[in-house]
């Protein structure tokens, strides 16, 4: 229901989703990089139709958030921001 409230809040899109960033900003004690919100009932739901753990599903759902913390978007970037996160995946998270 938070993800639902903060998604609606904030991105203008009433629907559940499984993690929202919110990027960060230069301040007095240097760049907040930013902060990613992750719904764990729905990273669990998700690891289990995936076959995995749900420390899994989370570590890839906090890549993406950081992903978007970072400046991507793979709403308008043609591809640019997956092919990155697969990337990422094999290299970080496909070794456990």
Known sequence: ???RRLNREFRGRDAVTDV???PG???PEGLHLGDVVVAM???RRQA???GHTAARELRLLALHGLLHCLGHDHESDE???DRLE???RRR???RD
């Open 48 to 50: 289990a139709v995936a």
């Open 79 to 81: 591809g640019e921001m």
């Open 1 to 3: 229901r938070t993800l």
């Open 92 to 94: 970080w998270l496909d």
């Open 20 to 22: 929202l960033s919110f």
């Open 41 to 43: 009932p729905t990273a």
């Open 86 to 88: 697969r990337r990422l």
């Open 25 to 27: 900003e230069a301040g």
